[in-house]
């Protein structure tokens, strides 16, 4: 099959916000850029994201500082984030927000026109923005628009199948059309890797069908970059239980946020028993773990859940700040849940680890080569607090696209290596094939195996277990049938997806055994307290014959003008959680 060549200074690989925003920021400093995506514009991972984004604003709580958001985000990452990338974040969601306000962004306004806040779990104050309960969607929306009112392009439907890496520098990427089987050569002076997570790996996933399966890592690691505290995945305190094909869908942490209340099968409000102080608006890792309880003790629904009742609150109200939500359970089961509670559970919904990057400007340790969002590490450490993804897009995306930038106007000679690119086409070649096995049905027991060995609640035995299936099933994806059919080559697109969940499954693993305590997310019932000597990130690079190493990585110093903000470090309960 031909291939064509697409040549632009900056590449951009992901159509979400963090995507979009890198763009934008590129092409404002005079680049040419291409943004390629899997999905329809408009339609990339970011529209899950509900709930709202933080800002240090103060319009409803006038406290409210960047340093007291600083000390909020590093206290619930139980010290694990690097506070770099944390202070830069603070102190710049404030104009980020009111700059996708000034775009055009529908957030919910005050009377004075000043932008609306809400509470979400762990925030001293209020400093959430929100639109209604679809906050991801609208902001999408309004980047793609701002984009494409620059006359920028944007391709959908693109799978990217490879970096283009020589001697250490990225010089683009080789990819395929998902409908036509169409490839392309797209040669770039930088690229902004923005491609996501990997929470589809897990059974219940806040994720959809073939997004988030963790391929924007694998292709960062088999590029040269290390991938840092894999293990520490975020489990959503609430997503669906029913039906089926539903299990996992994000139940927005603002129904939390609007005053809802969980309760068990016996109608107690149980988390008085978990944090008294905080109740349904404690960290999400504490939510999380205190539903997986009340569920593995018997004191869930006949389905598996527990329920959330927001119906306390009148119908108007729910139906003006959850308008998502109301629709979602009217549709999918004739549910009114102003007049009824909702069954949910906790689903995989963040990757907190990811690609390694420089806090300034999102480089990673391959030259030329930049990450932003979801898919790289450093702001959430073990605990994400809610809002703060979405404000990270935009922040560490604008400053991802404007060093690419910067790279792309400052380089001397474009680097091009023709081997490189023939690799990847054999690369390519190799996959498509007879063979015994289908895609889905392995991905569906990766899924499982995920779940089952590497889920809310974790031990070693099951860790290992899980290590063992994913080497079963990386010998069975060796035989993947793979061939074009007249709906296009998605059985291509599903075959590169089962092999960059494999080896993103495989790191997190690695790291879950050796993150041998409960911090955070990661809960080990082998090993249920912190170990202050685990207060470092776990890495993973590609060694030798592609072989998953592991290092420790100590976490930096906390600044000396932000120490003041933050509880002694010492200052920790038996539990690895910060004392109040």
């Not at 399966?213 to 997503?239: K, S």
């Not at 094909?245 to 209340?261: C, N």
Request: glycine share 10%; with cysteine; charged share 25%.
């Amino acid at each position: 099959m031909d291939t064509r060549t697409n040549i632009s200074n900056v590449l951009v690989i992901g159509s979400g916000a963090a995507g979009l925003r890198a763009a934008i920021a590129a092409h404002e400093a005079g680049r040419q850029v291409t943004v390629l995506g899997k999905r329809l514009r408009k339609d990339a991972h970011t529209v899950l994201a509900a709930g709202g984004i933080n800002a240090a604003l103060g319009t409803v709580d006038p406290e409210d500082s960047w340093q007291q958001h600083f000390a909020d985000t590093l206290r619930e990452a139980y010290l694990l984030s690097d506070p770099r990338t944390v202070e830069i974040m603070a102190r710049e969601a404030p104009d980020a927000v009111l700059e996708l306000a000034e775009w055009g962004c529908d957030f919910a306004r005050r009377p004075d026109g000043s932008l609306d806040q809400r509470y979400f779990g762990a925030h001293t104050y209020r400093r959430t923005c929100y639109a209604g309960d679809y906050t991801g969607r609208a902001m999408l929306h309004t980047l793609a628009d701002h984009a494409a009112a620059l006359g920028m392009t944007v391709l959908e439907n693109v799978y990217v199948s490879r970096l283009l890496v020589r001697d250490g520098t990225c010089f683009g990427a080789y990819a395929f059309d998902i409908g036509s089987g169409e490839r392309t050569v797209f040669l770039a002076d930088a690229v902004v890797l923005a491609a996501g997570g990997h929470t589809r790996l897990w059974r219940r996933s806040s994720s959809r069908r073939d997004e988030n399966t963790g391929d924007g890592m694998a292709l960062a690691l088999q590029a040269g970059c290390r991938l840092a505290d894999m293990e520490l995945v975020q489990f959503h305190p609430t997503g669906m239980v029913a039906p089926e094909e539903m299990a996992g869908t994000l139940v927005t942490e603002a129904v939390r946020g609007e005053g809802g209340h969980l309760r068990n099968a016996d109608g107690e409000r149980f988390m008085q028993r978990y944090d008294p102080q905080r109740m349904e608006l404690s960290t999400r890792d504490r939510v999380a773990l205190a539903n997986y309880t009340e569920i593995a003790e018997g004191r869930g629904t006949s389905n598996g859940g527990v329920w959330l009742d927001i119906s306390h609150r009148s119908k108007d109200e729910i139906v003006e700040k959850l308008p998502r939500m109301y629709r979602q359970f009217l549709e999918s089961q004739m549910l009114d849940i102003s007049a009824h509670p909702m069954e949910v559970a906790p689903t995989a919904h963040y990757s907190m680890g990811g690609v390694v990057v420089e806090p300034q400007d999102h480089s990673t340790d391959v030259e030329g080569l930049f990450a932003a969002g979801e898919v790289a590490a450093g702001l959430h450490g073990a605990n994400r607090l809610g809002g703060n993804s979405l404000v990270e897009t935009l922040i560490f995306g604008r400053r991802a696209g404007a060093a690419a930038a910067e790279r792309s106007a400052n380089l001397e000679v474009s680097l091009r290596a023709r081997s490189v690119i023939a690799d990847a086409q054999a690369d390519l070649d190799g996959l498509i094939r007879e063979g015994e096995e289908f895609a889905r049905p392995l991905q569906r027991a990766l899924r499982d195996a995920l779940w089952e060995h590497c889920g809310v609640v974790r031990d070693e035995e099951g860790l290992n277990e899980g290590l063992a299936r994913v080497a079963d099933l990386r010998e069975a994806a060796g035989s993947v049938d793979v061939r074009p059919t007249s709906e296009g080559f998605g059985d291509l697109a599903h075959a590169l997806d089962l092999r960059a969940a494999l080896l993103t499954a495989e790191a997190t693993i690695l790291g879950a055994i050796e993150r041998r305590e409960t911090r955070g997310a990661h809960i080990r019932s082998d090993h249920p307290d912190l170990d202050e000597r685990l207060r470092v990130n776990l890495v993973v690079r590609c060694g030798r014959e592609g072989r998953l190493e592991t290092s420790r990585v100590p976490v930096p110093e906390v600044p000396e003008h932000l120490r003041g903000w933050l509880a002694p470090a010492d200052e920790l309960d038996v539990e690895g959680r910060l004392l109040e």
